[in-house]
């Protein structure tokens, strides 16, 4: 009995492939870009550059699996929606095999050979276009860490195989399973019965459901309407939970209601109605929504998800893109940021004001009557840090003082923007301290910045006795503060009157080496910082001697990411200092790419997978349909239409079935795109990406369309030929 159900196995999957072409393409997609994705992540290429890298590298695979697992669900929805139509279409089949003596349980045998067979075949196909499609992402990854071409071989994740395997197997079992349970079931009278029942129109209450259409359309304007009011006047979460219910909501109701709205609308414009047979194609079309009415829903929000993954994906990379082009330009620098052992840090650390204050009160003592030397932080590292000197070069320092005074009291903004002798106009102040909080104000050493500027060959900053300046790299305070030194304003800080006399741009203020959690600062001349006064903590750039990227890769092995030695360096940290984090930004910089490259990659995957769901999903329902259609085609032969009137009206109705889910998806992505644009400007240029986002689905979209058409046309019109 084996090698008869194997045979007739074969020869069904031989059958079905012809007409189900697409399902076991889609399926070999999904196989191909599961597995290249899954081994986006090959540690040992990128152990050869960094160990932090390593470790972000483990940390996005464990999310790229976790994406694969959701996705995964996705995937076998479709292996299960397609075998149930599969099975349904095939009562008849199953009816004569039952009629001729076979059990239940050998149908079952026979189906669960036929979807070994195509979870085999798939698979075999499937890894190998895989494992060369990951080829082209493992070049990729060596590309973004700047290593040689040379370095990226032939790779195989057996990870992600096994992964893959295991994930398609559980699929296919799944599937055959539900199968199973569905045949069991089956009685001999009812398969007969289903097999030669002729379709009816199902058609609703049409001005009822024009209707329900309307209000959707409606509901999905208002909803539109509050996500703008979210974008201009800030995110809200109760009004985006709202926006975002009511779209849900109006998107499945719409695709209930469509067919009585385009029943009505059509029947009312009588030329159209009767021409050809345009009849025809509306009752059929309104006949499918309201029997598909949720599939279409799901269709459209899967397309809606894969568009806003890519849009705000690729907008958030680009975003990142041009932050790591800022950041290229300062590669070949280190950053080092040292706490002092501080008795009274400030108490607010929110914006990086506060430093350690572990030390106790005898150790603080001690270091207060510790001299200057003792805050050399560069000094420091050239006699406790091994190959410091070796590799650095120029540096320079900034101090982050308290006060000015040893019996100063420390100052907050709120009290500084705030003096009445300031005259200082109260939205500006509420303006800037809604962005910087209560914060205490951090002093810098004039000597201290224009050492910074001199570093990177800038014009020195010059300040009278008795003048401040700010320090910012927010543009709009930089505004707010230029408007105050325009007015002259004069500020008490401890027993000094001192005058604003403006901001440092942002973009010098950049080129200070100040940590990048820091808030806003103030530069005084050094005259005033009196010298009894401790900073409670030091950042210092330095630039590498070596500049080329094997002295870059150099000191980041050597050094900053010798995890080894870093260890035994700050074990033994000496007073005064408390603690000392040692980066190198050419690190920073290779893991930002790596950022930018797994996060494009993840939405594209995230996209790609969902638009080839979501494309297969509605292929496969009217490949299923054209099953039925081939016999309303062969009467509309008979009753005299032309076999041109009869492709036209297959055209029709595949294309309306194939892009209103999209038209709708389409809108609502826009609208995302829309808000995310207008709230955050620095994702805003997700919309560049719009059109290239718009086209690959287009593509993709059409490509599925026009395969899934030619499909049907051939399995109506070769019945027809056949009759």
């Given at each position: 009995?084996?090698?008869?159900?194997?045979?007739?196995?074969?020869?069904?999957?031989?059958?079905?492939?012809?007409?189900?072409?697409?399902?076991?393409?889609?399926?070999?997609?999904?196989?191909?870009?599961?597995?290249?994705?899954?081994c986006?992540?090959?540690r040992?290429?990128?152990?050869?550059?960094?160990?932090?890298?390593?470790?972000?590298s483990?940390?996005?695979?464990?999310?790229?699996?976790?994406?694969?697992?959701?996705?995964?669900?996705?995937?076998?929805?479709?292996?299960?929606?397609?075998?149930?139509?599969?099975?349904?279409?095939?009562f008849?089949?199953?009816?004569?095999?039952?009629?001729?003596?076979?059990?239940?349980?050998?149908?079952?045998?026979?189906?669960?050979?036929?979807?070994?067979?195509?979870?085999?075949?798939?698979?075999?196909?499937?890894?190998?276009?895989?494992?060369?499609?990951?080829?082209?992402?493992?070049?990729?990854?060596?590309?973004?860490?700047?290593?040689?071409?040379?370095?990226?071989?032939?790779?195989?994740?057996?990870?992600?195989?096994?992964?893959?395997?295991?994930?398609?197997?559980?699929?296919?079992?799944?599937?055959?399973?539900?199968?199973?349970?569905?045949?069991?079931?089956?009685?001999?009278?009812?398969?007969?019965?289903?097999?030669?029942?002729?379709?009816?129109f199902?058609?609703?209450?049409?001005?009822?459901?024009?209707?329900?259409?309307?209000?959707?359309?409606?509901g999905?304007?208002?909803?539109?309407?509050?996500?703008?009011?979210?974008?201009?006047?800030?995110?809200?979460?109760?009004?985006?939970?709202?926006a975002?219910?009511?779209?849900?909501?109006?998107?499945?109701?719409?695709?209930?209601?469509?067919?009585?709205f385009?029943?009505?609308?059509?029947?009312?414009?009588?030329?159209?109605?009767?021409?050809?047979?345009?009849?025809?194609?509306?009752?059929?079309?309104?006949?499918?929504?309201?029997?598909?009415?949720?599939?279409?829903?799901?269709?459209?929000?899967?397309i809606?998800?894969?568009?806003?993954?890519?849009?705000?994906?690729?907008?958030?990379?680009?975003?990142l893109?041009?932050?790591?082009?800022?950041?290229?330009?300062?590669?070949?620098?280190?950053?080092?940021?040292?706490s002092?052992?501080?008795?009274?840090a400030?108490?607010?650390?929110?914006s990086?004001?506060?430093a350690?204050?572990?030390?106790?009160?005898?150790?603080?003592?001690?270091?207060a009557?510790?001299?200057?030397?003792a805050?050399n932080l560069?000094?420091?590292?050239?006699?406790q840090l091994?190959?410091?000197?070796?590799?650095?070069?120029?540096?320079?320092?900034?101090?982050?003082?308290?006060?000015?005074?040893?019996?100063?009291?420390?100052?907050?903004?709120?009290?500084?923007?705030?003096?009445?002798?300031?005259?200082?106009?109260?939205?500006?102040?509420?303006g800037?301290?809604?962005?910087?909080?209560?914060?205490?104000?951090s002093?810098?050493?004039?000597?201290?910045?224009?050492?910074?500027?001199?570093?990177?060959?800038?014009?020195e900053?010059t300040?009278?006795?008795?003048?401040?300046?700010?320090?910012?790299?927010?543009?709009?305070?930089?505004?707010?503060?230029?408007?105050?030194?325009?007015?002259?304003?004069?500020?008490?800080?401890?027993?000094?009157?001192?005058?604003?006399?403006?901001?440092?741009?942002?973009?010098?203020?950049?080129?200070?080496?100040?940590?990048?959690?820091?808030?806003?600062?103030?530069?005084?001349?050094?005259?005033?910082?009196?010298a009894?006064?401790?900073?409670?903590?030091?950042?210092?750039?330095?630039?590498?001697?070596?500049?080329?990227?094997?002295?870059?890769?150099?000191?980041?092995?050597?050094?900053?990411?010798?995890?080894?030695?870093?260890?035994?360096f700050?074990?033994?940290?000496k007073?005064?200092?408390?603690?000392?984090?040692?980066?190198?930004?050419?690190?920073?910089?290779?893991?930002?790419?790596l950022s930018?490259?797994?996060?494009?990659l993840?939405?594209?995957?995230?996209?790609?997978?969902?638009?080839?769901?979501?494309?297969?999903?509605?292929?496969?329902?009217?490949?299923t349909?054209?099953?039925?259609?081939?016999?309303?085609?062969?009467?509309?032969?008979q009753?005299?239409?032309?076999?041109?009137?009869?492709?036209?009206?297959?055209?029709?109705?595949?294309?309306?079935?194939?892009?209103?889910?999209?038209?709708?998806?389409?809108?609502?992505?826009?609208?995302?795109?829309?808000?995310?644009?207008?709230?955050?400007?620095?994702?805003?240029?997700?919309?560049?990406?719009?059109?290239?986002?718009?086209?690959?689905?287009?593509?993709?979209?059409?490509?599925?369309?026009?395969?899934?058409?030619?499909?049907?046309?051939?399995m109506?019109?070769?019945?027809?030929?056949?009759?």
């Amino acid at each position: 009995m084996t090698p008869m159900f194997v045979k007739l196995a074969w020869g069904n999957v031989l059958r079905s492939l012809r007409d189900f072409t697409i399902y076991f393409i889609t399926i070999v997609i999904a196989i191909v870009l599961f597995y290249g994705f899954n081994c986006l992540v090959n540690r040992d290429l990128i152990a050869q550059f960094s160990v932090s890298a390593v470790r972000f590298s483990d940390i996005a695979q464990t999310m790229i699996r976790a994406v694969s697992m959701l996705l995964s669900a996705v995937v076998s929805y479709l292996v299960i929606s397609v075998n149930l139509f599969v099975v349904k279409r095939r009562f008849r089949e199953f009816a004569t095999y039952l009629l001729i003596g076979m059990r239940k349980t050998h149908l079952i045998r026979i189906v669960i050979v036929e979807n070994f067979i195509c979870m085999a075949a798939a698979l075999v196909v499937g890894l190998a276009f895989g494992v060369l499609f990951s080829q082209f992402v493992n070049s990729y990854i060596t590309t973004t860490l700047d290593l040689p071409l040379d370095s990226s071989t032939f790779y195989i994740s057996w990870d992600a195989l096994l992964f893959t395997v295991l994930v398609f197997g559980a699929i296919f079992l799944a599937s055959s399973l539900i199968s199973a349970i569905c045949i069991s079931k089956f009685k001999l009278i009812v398969l007969f019965k289903n097999s030669f029942v002729t379709e009816r129109f199902k058609l609703r209450n049409p001005y009822i459901l024009f209707v329900l259409c309307i209000m959707s359309f409606v509901g999905i304007w208002h909803s539109y309407n509050i996500l703008a009011a979210c974008a201009q006047h800030g995110f809200d979460e109760n009004e985006f939970l709202l926006a975002t219910g009511l779209v849900a909501i109006s998107s499945a109701l719409c695709c209930f209601s469509l067919s009585g709205f385009v029943v009505t609308v059509v029947r009312s414009i009588k030329p159209l109605y009767t021409k050809g047979l345009c009849c025809y194609v509306v009752r059929q079309f309104a006949n499918s929504v309201n029997s598909t009415w949720l599939t279409l829903t799901m269709v459209t929000a899967t397309i809606f998800i894969a568009l806003s993954s890519l849009t705000i994906g690729l907008g958030i990379v680009s975003t990142l893109n041009k932050d790591m082009g800022n950041l290229n330009n300062a590669t070949t620098s280190v950053f080092v940021s040292a706490s002092v052992n501080y008795d009274e840090a400030p108490a607010a650390a929110g914006s990086g004001a506060a430093a350690s204050s572990s030390g106790a009160s005898s150790a603080a003592q001690a270091t207060a009557q510790t001299s200057a030397q003792a805050y050399n932080l560069s000094h420091y590292l050239e006699q406790q840090l091994p190959h410091w000197r070796d590799y650095v070069d120029k540096t320079a320092k900034l101090h982050y003082y308290l006060r000015l005074g040893s019996n100063d009291e420390q100052l907050e903004w709120t009290q500084l923007l705030s003096q009445p002798a300031a005259n200082i106009d109260p939205s500006v102040v509420a303006g800037v301290l809604s962005e910087i909080g209560q914060h205490h104000i951090s002093f810098y050493k004039l000597s201290d910045v224009n050492a910074a500027l001199r570093l990177h060959n800038e014009e020195e900053l010059t300040l009278k006795p008795n003048e401040i300046a700010f320090v910012t790299e927010n543009a709009a305070r930089y505004d707010a503060y230029q408007r105050v030194a325009a007015q002259k304003s004069r500020f008490s800080i401890g027993s000094h009157q001192l005058t604003l006399t403006g901001s440092m741009t942002p973009e010098r203020s950049a080129l200070l080496p100040r940590a990048q959690d820091f808030s806003d600062g103030c530069i005084v001349p050094d005259a005033l910082i009196d010298a009894q006064v401790k900073p409670y903590r030091v950042t210092l750039q330095g630039y590498l001697s070596d500049t080329s990227k094997q002295g870059k890769i150099a000191f980041m092995h050597d050094v900053a990411d010798n995890t080894q030695l870093m260890d035994a360096f700050k074990a033994h940290i000496k007073e005064p200092w408390g603690n000392i984090d040692v980066v190198s930004m050419y690190q920073i910089f290779v893991i930002g790419n790596l950022s930018k490259s797994l996060g494009s990659l993840m939405s594209v995957y995230t996209g790609l997978v969902l638009l080839v769901a979501a494309g297969c999903l509605l292929a496969l329902r009217e490949l299923t349909a054209a099953i039925s259609t081939r016999e309303h085609m062969r009467k509309l032969l008979q009753l005299g239409a032309t076999r041109a009137q009869c492709a036209r009206a297959l055209f029709a109705q595949v294309a309306v079935y194939f892009f209103v889910p999209a038209a709708l998806a389409a809108s609502h992505a826009l609208c995302v795109n829309t808000v995310f644009t207008s709230s955050l400007p620095s994702i805003g240029k997700s919309s560049d990406f719009m059109l290239l986002v718009a086209g690959v689905m287009t593509c993709g979209y059409i490509l599925y369309f026009v395969i899934t058409y030619a499909l049907a046309h051939a399995m109506c019109f070769r019945h027809c030929a056949q009759r």
